[in-house]
C-alpha cells in the first residue's frame, strides 16, 4: 500500500511538472463608427465562442493557452470582425485588448407594378461602384428578393457607393454610410417582351450552334435551328449575343452586343468565325548601351469582362523578339507589359496609335503592335505627406508611385514630355482616368521631364471622396 502511495505521489508530482501554463486576457468590445461599447458580443476563438461581453461591453477569458492568439468578436447588426492576433508569456494576463465592430447598413423597399400592386419575388440585385485600373466599375454585390406583399431587405452592406436595381430598372447611385438604414420603393413600369431573330452563319456542317443573350441580370437562352435561325424574347435592356460551336478541331465564336427597346429585332446576323489572333513584336532602345534579359518579359491581354472560355493564348518566338495571340474574341482589350530591371515600356504602336495603358478594340484584321522598351528617359522625384498614394498621368498612361514613411518619392524611366501628378491619402477611390472628376478633386501639380534630367515637384495631399 506505501509501494502504491508513493508512485502515485510521484506520478502526481511529474504530471504537475508537465501540466502547461495558462494565460489570461481581457478587453472591450465598441461600436468603431461611434466608440459606444457593444454589450452581448460573441467572443469567438477559432469556430468556438469563448467569452460574451457583458452590459459594460467587457470581455475576459482564462485558461488560455500562452503563446499565439487570435479573436474575433460578432454581434447581429454588425459587419464581421477582424481577427485580432495577441501574444502572451508563461502565466501572464494580456489587459485591455480593443475589439471594433462596424454596425452594418441596410437598404429596405417595396416593389409594385404599374396599378400599385406587389410584384412577390420579384429579384433586387446590388452593385456596388470599383475604382480598377482608374476607371468606376460597378460590381455585382448579394440582392434580395421580395416577399409576398413586394417588399425586401438587403443587410451586412458595407458603407461604398451602391446601385440597386431590378431588372433593367436601377436607382441613381447613392452612397451608403457604415449603419445607414434606407428605403429605395420601386415602381415598374410594364416591360414588353421582344421579339430577337436572326440567322446564325458559319456552322461546320453537323455542328449545332449553341447562342444565349446574357444582360447584367439575366442570361436568356436561344433554339438555334438546323438552319441556323434563332428566336428568342427579350425584356427592354442591354445584352451581348454569344453563339458556339465546336468544329472537328477548334471553337468558332461570334459575339455581338445589342439594344432592346420598344420593338421586335429582326434579321441579326450572327456570324461564326474561328478565335482572332494579333501579332507583335518587342523592340529595345538602349540609350546607355544595355543588354537586358528579355527572357522573362511577359505580355497581358485581358478584356473586361472575362470569359474564361476564351483566355487570350500568347506564344514567343525563339529569341522573345516576337509574338502572337491567339484565341481572341472580337472586342475591347487592355494590355499589360513587365519590363527588365532599369527599362520601361516607351510606347506601344499598333496602326499609327500608341495604345500603352488604354482600352482598344480588336476586330478582324487587327494589325501587328509594337511594344518598345526604353532604358533613357527623365526622373521624377519630390515630397508629400508621408505614404501617400502618387498618380502620374501623361494622356492616357499612368504611373503609380507611393511616397515613404518621411514623405519622400523618386523613380525614373519617364518618357520626356509633360505630365500632371498629384498625392492620394487612398488611391482605390481614385477614378484617373475620369478628367471632371480630377479637375474637381485632384490637386494637381504641372511638370515636364526631360531626358537624362530630374525633375522635383512638391505635391499637396489630395483627399480622395467617399462615393
Known amino acids: 500500500m506505501r509501494v502504491l502511495l508513493a508512485f502515485l505521489l510521484v506520478f502526481l508530482a511529474g504530471a504537475a511538472a508537465f501540466a502547461q501554463p495558462e494565460c489570461s486576457a481581457s478587453g472591450v468590445v465598441v461600436n468603431s463608427v461611434t466608440g459606444e461599447i457593444i454589450p452581448r458580443a460573441a467572443i469567438t476563438i477559432g469556430r468556438t465562442v469563448a467569452a460574451t461581453t457583458d452590459e459594460s461591453g467587457k470581455w475576459s477569458l482564462d485558461h488560455l493557452p500562452c503563446g499565439k492568439v487570435g479573436v474575433i468578436a460578432s454581434r447581429p447588426t454588425f459587419l464581421p470582425g477582424r481577427v485580432v492576433t495577441f501574444e502572451t508569456a508563461d502565466g501572464a494576463e494580456r489587459r485591455d485588448l480593443r475589439l471594433e465592430l462596424t454596425p452594418q447598413s441596410a437598404i429596405t423597399g417595396r416593389i409594385v407594378d404599374e396599378y400599385g400592386d406587389p410584384v412577390p419575388g420579384a429579384a433586387v440585385t446590388m452593385k456596388r461602384a470599383m475604382i480598377l485600373d482608374g476607371v468606376r466599375v460597378y460590381q455585382p454585390a448579394p440582392g434580395a428578393s421580395a416577399n409576398d406583399i413586394g417588399e425586401y431587405r438587403i443587410p451586412q452592406l458595407s458603407a461604398g457607393r451602391y446601385l440597386v436595381c431590378v431588372g433593367e430598372q436601377c436607382s441613381t447611385p447613392m452612397t451608403i454610410a457604415a449603419g445607414y438604414n434606407g428605403v429605395v420603393d420601386f415602381r415598374l413600369s410594364r416591360l414588353v417582351p421582344r421579339h430577337v431573330r436572326g440567322k446564325v452563319t458559319g456552322a461546320p456542317d453537323g455542328a449545332q450552334a449553341q447562342l444565349t443573350l446574357t444582360s447584367d441580370s439575366t442570361t436568356l437562352t436561344a433554339a438555334v435551328g438546323a438552319d441556323g435561325e434563332f428566336e428568342v424574347t427579350a425584356p427592354p435592356g442591354s445584352y451581348t449575343i454569344l453563339a458556339t460551336a465546336f468544329g472537328e478541331s477548334d471553337q468558332l465564336t ?182 471632371a472628376w480630377m479637375e474637381l478633386h485632384a490637386r494637381t501639380v504641372s511638370v515636364t521631364v526631360t531626358d537624362s534630367q530630374s525633375t522635383s515637384v512638391t505635391l499637396e495631399r489630395s483627399i480622395a471622396p467617399d462615393e
Open 254 to 435: 461570334a459575339r455581338i452586343p445589342i439594344v432592346v427597346g420598344d420593338r421586335d429585332l429582326d434579321d441579326i446576323a450572327v456570324h461564326l468565325d474561328r478565335p482572332l489572333e494579333i501579332a507583335g513584336t518587342l523592340r529595345i532602345l538602349s540609350r546607355q548601351g544595355s543588354k537586358p534579359d528579355i527572357s522573362n518579359v511577359a505580355v497581358l491581354l485581358y478584356q473586361q469582362p472575362q470569359d474564361p472560355r476564351h483566355a487570350p493564348r500568347l506564344n514567343w518566338n525563339g529569341d522573345h523578339s516576337a509574338f502572337t495571340v491567339t484565341n481572341l474574341l472580337a472586342g475591347r482589350y487592355r494590355l499589360q507589359v513587365s519590363t527588365p530591371p532599369g527599362f520601361h515600356v516607351e510606347s506601344i504602336v499598333a496602326a499609327g496609335a500608341d495604345i500603352a495603358d488604354s482600352e482598344f478594340t480588336i476586330t478582324p484584321g487587327f494589325p501587328p503592335m509594337e511594344i518598345l522598351m526604353s532604358d533613357g528617359g527623365g526622373t521624377l522625384e519630390g515630397t508629400a505627406q508621408p505614404d501617400s498614394g502618387i498618380i502620374v498621368l501623361r494622356g492616357n498612361r499612368r504611373w503609380v508611385l507611393r511616397a515613404d514613411k518621411n514623405g519622400k518619392f523618386h523613380a525614373g524611366g519617364f518618357p520626356a514630355g509633360d505630365y500632371k501628378v498629384s498625392a492620394w491619402d487612398d488611391l482605390s477611390k481614385v477614378p484617373f482616368h475620369d478628367e
